[in-house]
């Protein structure tokens, strides 16, 4: 079994993305973007990416083992999980 650490379990991250304004996303809007973003990226993935069988599943095995993903030579985007209070 996995043991999953707590940052895997926030609700909320912080997006960087390259030339645009950090976002914060809900969980399901990161893993939607990052579906998004692999899918135009399938020719050129790392091998312990592209092993995954869908883009649903490298998405989440993304989120799971990284907090980044080069989008092209000295460009990449960065995510990070965060807690919102009141």
Request: proline share 5%; with cysteine; net charge negative.
């Amino acid at each position: 079994m996995v043991d999953r650490s707590l940052m895997y379990e926030e609700s909320y991250f912080v997006l960087l993305m390259p030339g645009a304004a950090e976002e914060i996303l809900t969980a399901e809007e990161l893993h939607q973007r990052i579906e998004t973003i692999l899918r135009d990226h399938q020719a050129d993935l790392p091998r312990d990416l592209a092993k995954q069988p869908t883009v649903t599943a490298q998405a989440q095995y993304l989120i799971n083992t990284a907090c980044d993903f080069e989008l092209q030579p000295g460009q990449t985007m960065q995510w990070f999980a965060i807690r919102l209070e009141k």
